[in-house]
C-alpha cells in the first residue's frame, strides 16, 4: 500500500539538468517581492489544503511591484505565478517537515515514511524558489523527458501481488485502481497487543509534557518505550521537553537526520528501560526484537504522540509492539490543537470538542470521534487528488495517440 497508494501520484521521470539563470535571478526576485505583501490583505493562506492564493489587492500590488523589473516580469500572469510560488515556499514548506538542510542544501523529507528522499526534487521552479528564500545556493532546474505515474506504471503489469498489514483501509482503492482483491491472512500466533487508550490534551506543550512523566514511569518498570511522531521538527520539540524535564533519562532519536544510524537504533530499541524517539520510518520492514526480562514486563509500549493524516500509517506504528506473540501495548496521545485536528476536522466540530473537553464528557469516545472524522477527510482529500492525477495522465495519453 505504501508504492500503490501512498506513492500513487509520485511521478518517475527521466530527466536532465539543465542551467537557467534567467530562473535563478527570476527566484530571488520573487521572494524579495512576496516578502513585501501582508498576509490577510495581499494573500491568504488556506493551511487545509495546503496553498496559498493572491487576492486582488495583492495581484494589483505585484503588478505596480513589477513596473521597473525588466521585460521577464511584464507577463502579469508569470509574475503572480512566480510570488504565489514564493508564498507557497515560505509559508507551506516547513523546515524540518517537509524538508531538511544538509551541506547547504535542500533535502525533501518523505512524510509518510519519514525517510529523506535525497534524488526528488520540487518541480516547477518551487525547488529554486525555496532555496533563494532560504539564502541557499540556487540549484540547477530540471528538463522532464518523460515521465509516468505509479499508478499507471502498476496498471500495465499483468500481475501485481504483496503483503502488507495494513491494505484494509484502502481496499476499495486497490480495486477500483488496480483490479487487486484483499485476502486476511491470520497471524500464525494470537495478538497479545492491549490498547491504553486515549489522552486528551488541550494544548500540544501539555501533551508533550505528559508523554514525558509516562515513558519515564514505563522505563522504570523495565518496559521498552517507542514513541512515534510525524515529523523531525516534532522529534526535535519532545527531544527538548526530555532534556529539560529528565535530564537523567537517556533516549535515541530516529529521523530523517539520524538515518545512517538507523540499525543501530533499532537494534537497542527494545531493551530494558530503553526510549526511542521516531519518526514513521521506525522498523519499517523489520521487528523491534525485545529480550525477555522486558517481555516479562510487558514488552514494547506505542506510544502514538502525533495523529497521521491516515489511520493506515497510525497503525503501522502500533504495529511495532505486540508482534510474533509477544505481549505489547500502546496509547494515543491527543491535541486539541495539532495537525490533523486543525486541518482537516471543520471548525463547528472543532468547537464541540473543545466543549466536550473543558466539561470533561466523554473523552474517549469524543477523541475517537473527531479523529475519525478527520482522518476520514484527509483519506477522502488524497484519493480525489490520486483520482484526478490519474484521469489527467490519461486524458493526456489519450490527445498524443
Request: proline letters at 3%; a neutral charge.
Amino acid at each position: 500500500d505504501s508504492v500503490l497508494i501512498d506513492e500513487a501520484v509520485t511521478p518517475l521521470i527521466i530527466s536532465e539538468k539543465k542551467p537557467d539563470d534567467l530562473l535563478s535571478s527570476a527566484a530571488v526576485k520573487a521572494v524579495e517581492l512576496a516578502q513585501k505583501l501582508e498576509i490577510g490583505i495581499d494573500y491568504l493562506v488556506n493551511t487545509e489544503l495546503r496553498n496559498v492564493e493572491l487576492t486582488r489587492v495583492g495581484r494589483a500590488n505585484v503588478a505596480r511591484m513589477v513596473l521597473d523589473a525588466g521585460p521577464f516580469w511584464q507577463r502579469r500572469d508569470r509574475a503572480e505565478e512566480l510570488v504565489n510560488t514564493a508564498l507557497y515556499s515560505m509559508y507551506m514548506m516547513v523546515c524540518d517537515k517537509h524538508y531538511i538542510i544538509e551541506e547547504g542544501k535542500v533535502v525533501l523529507v518523505d512524510e509518510l515514511t519519514g525517510r529523506l528522499a535525497r534524488e526528488r526534487t520540487l518541480s516547477l521552479g518551487v525547488q529554486q524558489v525555496l532555496e533563494a528564500a532560504l539564502n541557499l545556493n540556487i540549484s540547477d532546474p530540471s528538463a522532464v523527458r518523460a515521465r509516468l505515474s505509479f499508478q499507471r506504471y502498476f496498471q500495465r503489469l499483468p500481475r501485481i501481488g504483496g503483503m502488507t498489514g495494513t491494505a484494509h483501509e484502502s481496499k476499495t482503492e486497490l480495486a477500483k485502481v488496480y483490479g487487486l482483491g484483499i485476502m486476511q491472512v491470520p497471524t500464525h500466533q494470537p495478538s497479545r497487543r492491549k490498547s491504553m487508550g486515549y489522552q486528551v490534551f488541550g494544548q500540544d506543550e501539555k501533551k508533550l509534557s505528559q508523554i514525558v512523566k509516562d515513558a519515564r514511569a514505563l522505563s522504570r518498570e523495565g518496559r521498552a518505550v517507542l514513541i512515534g511522531v510525524k515529523s523531525v521538527l516534532t522529534s526535535q520539540n519532545l527531544a527538548a521537553v526530555f532534556v529539560a524535564q529528565a535530564p537523567d533519562l537517556p533516549f535515541e532519536i530516529l529521523n530523517a537526520i539520524h538515518d545512517t544510524e538507523e540499525n543501530t537504533i533499532i537494534a537497542q530499541a527494545g531493551q530494558c528501560g530503553m526510549i526511542t524517539i521516531a519518526t514513521n520510518m521506525a522498523g519499517r520492514g523489520t521487528d523491534i526484537k525485545i529480550p525477555k526480562d522486558v517481555v516479562e514486563c510487558g514488552g514494547l509500549h506505542v506510544i502514538v504522540a502525533e495523529t497521521n493524516d491516515f489511520s493506515r500509517i497510525d497503525r503501522q506504528l502500533i504495529g511495532r509492539c505486540a508482534r510474533q506473540g509477544d505481549p505489547g501495548s500502546y496509547q494515543r496521545y491527543v491535541a486539541l490543537d495539532e495537525d490533523v485536528v486543525t486541518r482537516f476536522l471543520p471548525m463547528i466540530l472543532r468547537k464541540i470538542w473543545a466543549l466536550s473537553f473543558r466539561i470533561r464528557f466523554a473523552i474517549q469516545p469524543v477523541a475517537w470521534l473527531m479523529l475519525f472524522l478527520a482522518q476520514r477527510r484527509a483519506e477522502h482529500l488524497a484519493y480525489k487528488h490520486r483520482k484526478s492525477a490519474l484521469e489527467n495522465e490519461i486524458e493526456t495519453e489519450k490527445s498524443m495517440i
